[in-house]
T-cell receptor, first 113, second 114 residues
């Protein structure tokens, strides 16, 4: 079945460091891919998305490219800030095509000043 | 535009009591999702509705949990009787139900069962 695997956390970085959070997926068909972010005490919110192979989603300095050949959607940011500290979830649309999303387990990012 | 509205934001109850969580999706959205988040199990999809009809309730942990969506603007998740292991944050989310669309999450209800 459809599934998403994220790198284990927590990830601890110093401010202005480069960030990569790995995400790989297994799916039938051609899913859309998402990164959601959850700040402390809040619900999840969409960070970026990509709907087809080779698409690049970007927002707030974060980027991810839909790589069909490697079934990956790694999240990157060139220079993280303390305010980026949050939990990041990779997700895909389920092949059932009903709007259901399959989420990864989440990766906690902590950025230190 | 108002986002997804959940109530209450916090609920503390004693074991054995009935708990009802409420959700108002974004107007015009016809898919609604209930999730549970815990440290141990992460984010779990409990049930989701499309056009007010339950599509998949395979994530509902047991018969103590039930969910309804009587109309397009309201849904409830009920736990009866509640147990301490039900303590978690419960999120409601809605979407327009297009394949590539976004799910919009509410702020969550933090449930504590003593």
């Amino acid at each position: 079945g459809d599934s998403v695997t994220q790198m284990e956390g927590p990830v601890t970085l110093s401010e202005e460091a480069f960030l990569t959070i790995n995400c790989t997926y297994t799916a039938t068909g051609y899913p859309s891919l998402f990164w959601y972010v959850q700040y402390p005490g809040e619900g999840l919110q969409l960070l970026l998305k990509a709907t087809k192979a080779d698409d690049k989603g970007s927002n707030k300095g974060f980027e991810a490219t839909y790589r069909k050949e490697t079934t990956s959607f790694h999240l990157e940011k060139g220079s993280v800030q303390v305010s980026d500290s949050a939990v990041y979830f990779c997700a895909l649309t389920a092949s059932s095509n009903t709007g259901k999303l399959i989420f990864g387990q989440g990766t906690t990012l902590q950025v230190k000043p | 535009d108002a986002g997804v509205i959940q109530s209450p934001r916090h609920e503390v109850t004693e074991m054995g009591q009935e708990v009802t969580l409420r959700c108002k999706p974004i107007s015009g959205h016809n898919s609604l999702f209930w999730y549970r988040q815990t440290m141990m199990r992460g984010l779990e999809l409990l049930i989701y509705f499309n056009n007010n009809v339950p599509i998949d309730d395979s994530g509902m942990p047991e018969d103590r949990f039930s969910a309804k969506m009587p109309n397009a603007s309201f849904s409830t998740l009920k736990i009866q009787p509640s147990e301490p292991r039900d303590s978690a944050v419960y999120f409601c989310a809605s979407s327009r139900d297009t394949r590539a669309d976004t799910q919009y999450f509410g702020p969550g209800t933090r449930l504590t069962v003593l």
